[in-house]
């Protein structure tokens, strides 16, 4: 049940994010890698302008619906970057997992307001910016006690 | 003097700091072992800077080799950095640090224990991002073990006040009794209670665990049972909800939760009269209020149709989701029409009346751009077939069979002859549609086929005329498919004097009177042909035999030995054998006719072929 695996590979093959929900042996996620980048490089797209967006579910599950939700996935990460492109999920992997890590978890969708997706991440990203500057301000070493 | 440019000659010397450079030194590189050389260059800083237990730095150094990580390059020797940052207070190197233990571990690698006491900690943590970020973590990874040891965690926050905290604990749930079934008991109350949020995220997480619970054990599938008011009211809402900013999705109120909700009613009306009664209405006002423009809707549309499907549901509600199927099939978006085809699949031996009124479309689709939909509308074609339509599929078949892709070929042959075994309306009918799959596909023919096409000929002794000019006609025209040679020298051999004595007759154009010679001639050209095989020539030569006691022109007779004399030296065994044995028995002419009477007609019918 649920969703196994999201792959985000660019028109050139080269992967840019990598999601597993399923515990799979190192050697076996490269062979999905190399065989859904093959596949879905080979066919047309209607999709997206530069970058493919795979998801592996299982048999009886509703591919529909995954799809809608790859779309949300997408739509929230152009709204975070302001017209998202390829550089910034370069640049940027990481949030790019924060993101993912907002909307599903074990395969399965948490939350269904973009709106509050976008909520969570952004006061996560002004705590980190916050905790940097006043640890600038503090001027000492990092010595793992809490402020 | 020039500061800029000394600066910048210091910098390319010293090693990379920032996650930045490193990505725009390896996107600099021109050739693949530039970037491994860039790559080892920095891996080895990072290791260097690990081992000095530089803390300032770990968090840069950590992004980066996440970095590199993904881009198919080792990074195991940073698993205990990770751990390290998860330690840390610091909200950024937890963040870094569980994310490094997602992408890094698996449940499989001893070292994820080490995490589970950090993961206590955060899960108790003031922080409810924090505590997020653990149940995130536990949610996507946890092995059996750490599933045992942190499940009292998860249960306790499943009964947060905070939304937020809610959902992640009940999708943390959800892993844990993926990998541990037992401990389902344990999060059953909680669970019940989510049913009756209103937090959309916590419902549909909520939902899930629900779900999940009752696939795994039947008593509390019957204890949520009781939940079917709650999730058709919930569904009634969503359906007749006006607009709502913070859920819709092009003009759908949350379709992730409908659709959440509809599977869940499926597992639960399964089986179930009660259950379906109270859900039928629901399903009805969602297949109708359901704008199928989209893709959205017909997630739902979709999803209420697989519900439909599986419950008791009285006709009418079948024939409605059976018609949305049908719609599907019309569908520009290729998914749509796909997964239509898939599901009719499923369906067409309980509701094929209903199946049958779409059957045009569905032939339609047997010209599709996409193998996938071809291929699924094939199998749902041949499931079609009954005495009433079975001349118009087997004519729409016939004419896919002319253009199908080899794949499908023989699949075909086989599904088309038996068809017309089933239902032929009349023997003509029946032997006509054989001829044509051999002359369409004669090369992918299955022996129990051409079998049963000769049991057929042989058994329909009225048509033995028809049948044998028919096949003399398509063997002048085309020797290059097997099994259509084949069947058409069995017959001839066997019917020889009849085609002679037949005269003249209409096959497309007029034929003339066949003659002896004509029929050898034909024999000959397959002999020397190249499409000739062993099997070919072991047919001819029997035909021959027989031919020489069927015809009655000496000539002929004559022409008959020189063709078999042809091959007393074959290298092929059995060839020769025959050619020698057949040639003997021009010795004993007493008993040659007798030896080469026409065939015992044989008994039964085609067998069931199975693919």
Not at chain 1, 131 to 138: N, T
Not at chain 2, 89 to 118: C, H, W
Not at chain 2, 477 to 482: K, R
Not at chain 2, 510 to 525: I, P, Y
Request: hydrophobic residues 40%; neutral net charge.
């Amino acid at each position: 049940m649920g969703i196994n695996w999201m792959l985000l590979v660019s028109r050139q093959g080269k992967v840019r994010l990598t999601k597993w929900f399923q515990t799979i042996p190192p050697k076996e996620k490269g062979k999905i890698v190399k065989d859904v980048t093959q596949l879905v490089l080979a066919r047309r797209t209607k999709m997206c302008n530069f970058l493919e967006y795979k998801a592996g579910i299982n048999g009886e599950d509703n591919e529909l619906i995954t799809l809608e939700i790859v779309h949300r996935y997408v739509e929230i990460l152009d709204r975070y970057f302001g017209n998202v492109c390829e550089l910034d999920l370069i640049f940027n992997f990481h949030k790019a997992y924060f993101i993912m890590d907002e909307l599903l978890i074990a395969g399965e969708i948490q939350e269904t307001s973009k709106k509050s997706v976008l909520r969570v991440i952004t006061q996560q990203d002004q705590y980190e910016e916050t905790e940097a500057s006043e640890q600038a301000k503090g001027g000492n070493s990092w010595t793992g006690e809490g402020k | 003097m020039n500061i800029d440019k000394i600066s910048q000659q210091l910098l390319s010397k010293l090693p990379i700091y920032r996650l930045k450079d490193l990505i725009k030194a390896i996107r600099a590189c021109k050739t693949a072992a530039d970037e491994r050389a860039v790559i080892q260059k920095e891996s080895a800083a990072i290791r260097t800077s690990f081992r000095e237990e530089n803390n300032e730095a770990r968090h840069a150094n950590v992004a980066k080799l996440l970095y590199i990580h993904m881009l198919g390059y080792p990074a195991h020797f940073g698993q205990m950095e990770c751990l390290k940052l998860v330690a840390s207070p610091r909200f950024a190197d937890k963040r870094l640090g569980y994310l490094g233990i997602m992408l890094l571990l698996d449940e499989n690698q001893e070292v994820l224990t080490l995490v589970t006491n950090s993961l206590k900690n955060d899960m108790n943590h003031s922080n409810m991002y924090i505590v997020g970020l653990a149940l995130c973590t536990l949610g996507n990874i946890s092995s059996p073990e750490m599933a045992r040891d942190l499940c009292a965690e998860v249960e306790k926050l499943l009964g947060s006040s905070n939304t937020y905290i809610r959902k992640k604990a009940a999708l943390c749930a959800v892993r844990i009794i993926r990998r541990v079934p037992d401990l389902q008991e344990n999060f059953i109350s909680k669970a019940k209670s989510l049913i009756n949020d209103r937090n959309h995220g916590v419902l549909i997480t909520g939902i899930t665990l629900i779900t999940e619970m009752c696939l795994q054990n039947a008593d509390t599938l019957v204890l949520f049972r009781k939940a079917v008011p709650v999730l058709v009211r919930h569904l009634k809402n969503l359906v007749t909800a006006g607009f709502s900013p913070e859920h819709d999705v092009t003009g759908v109120t949350d379709p992730f939760l409908q659709v959440k909700i509809l599977r869940l009613l499926r597992f639960l009306g399964h089986d179930d009269a009660e259950a379906t009664e109270a859900m039928n209405d629901v399903l009805a006002q969602v297949a109708t209020n359901t704008e199928s423009s989209k893709n959205v809707g017909n997630s739902i549309l979709y999803e209420t149709v697989l519900t439909i499907m599986d419950i008791p549901s009285e006709s009418g509600l079948r024939v409605l989701a059976i018609n949305i199927l049908g719609k599907f099939l019309s569908n520009r978006d290729n998914n749509i029409r796909y997964v239509a085809l898939e599901t009719l699949n499923k369906t067409v031996t309980i509701d094929t009346q209903a199946v049958q009124r779409h059957r045009n479309i569905i032939l339609d689709c047997l010209r599709d751009g996409d193998i996938s939909i071809r291929r699924r509308a094939l199998e749902l074609s041949f499931a079609l077939i009954n005495e009433q339509n079975v001349r118009v599929l087997t004519r729409e078949l016939l004419a896919f069979l002319e253009i199908a892709d080899a794949e499908f070929k023989q699949g075909m042959t086989t599904k088309i002859c038996l068809a017309a075994d089933r239902f032929a309306p009349n023997k003509r009918w029946h032997i006509d549609t054989v001829l044509r799959v051999l002359k369409l596909a004669g090369n992918y023919v299955r022996e129990e086929i051409l079998a049963g096409f000769i049991r057929l000929v042989a058994q329909t002794s009225e048509l033995h005329q028809y049948t044998v000019q028919k096949l003399y006609a398509a063997l002048k025209a085309d020797i290059s498919q097997e099994s259509l040679v084949l069947a058409g020298v069995w017959v001839i051999g066997e019917y020889g004097d009849v085609l002679i004595k037949g005269g003249s007759f209409e096959e497309e154009e007029l034929v003339k009177e066949v003659t002896e010679g004509d029929v050898l001639s034909l024999f000959d050209s397959v002999l020397q042909g190249p499409y000739a095989n062993q099997v070919t020539r072991e047919y001819v030569i029997t035909a021959l035999m027989k031919l020489s006691s069927r015809f009655t022109d000496y000539q002929a007779t004559a022409q008959i030995k020189v063709m078999l004399q042809g091959h007393v030296a074959s290298h092929e065994v059995e060839i020769q054998q025959r050619a020698v044995e057949y040639t003997n028995l021009f010795q004993y002419d007493g008993i040659r006719p007798a030896v080469l009477e026409r065939m015992p007609v044989p008994e039964g019918r085609v067998r069931e072929v199975g693919g």
